[in-house]
């Protein structure tokens, strides 16, 4: 999955921010396949479970089930159709959630190769805001943050100063 581009900085911004908010050995609900990030919540003590891979447009059983104190969704929602339905189904009172933020300079990814490896969304802040605003959820805490890439060029220069990432902490409201 990471061949060659383990993404360091991401991890670290994500593991920082989670951990301020959520200490372990919170039981967490993780969208998506085991991954290394899912690996390192669990040797900081979080108690993780992933999706097994099911379409979460078309299965949302997992996202029903109770006994989380909260879901990850690091790097999901941009690869799904629709999201709205999905973030309404959820069960747990705590989200954390990523996403890449659309970029000026680059078009949306789209893997020739993989149907999985796609990119549906390429969000700005105000649509996830908005998103998670109108399916129940308040955003307590949110941060932004750079990608840079050792390469040499424009984009790169690009990826120095222009936030890549946004990730969000939020809680379901009270109905």
Do not use: C
């Amino acid at each position: 999955m990471y061949e060659g581009s383990y993404p360091s900085k991401r991890f670290k911004e994500t593991l920082d921010f989670l951990t301020e908010i959520l200490q372990p050995p919170a039981k967490i609900l993780d969208l998506g396949v085991s991954n290394p990030f899912s690996d390192i919540m669990q040797k900081q003590g979080y108690t993780v479970t992933n999706t097994t891979g099911e379409d979460l447009d078309e299965s949302r059983e997992a996202l029903t089930q109770s006994g989380y104190d909260a879901v990850t969704a690091f790097e999901i929602f941009e690869h799904i159709l629709n999201p709205y339905e999905v973030l309404k189904s959820i069960k747990a009172d705590k989200l954390f959630i990523s996403v890449p933020l659309r970029l000026w300079f680059s078009a949306a990814y789209q893997s020739k190769t993989d149907p999985w490896d796609r990119h549906y969304h390429e969000f700005e802040d105000w649509q996830l805001d908005w998103i998670l605003e109108k399916t129940g959820w308040n955003i307590k805490k949110r941060i932004k943050f750079t990608h840079p890439v050792k390469k040499f060029g424009v984009r790169p220069l690009l990826r120095l100063v222009t936030p890549r990432y946004y990730l969000i902490y939020a809680e379901r409201n009270a109905s």
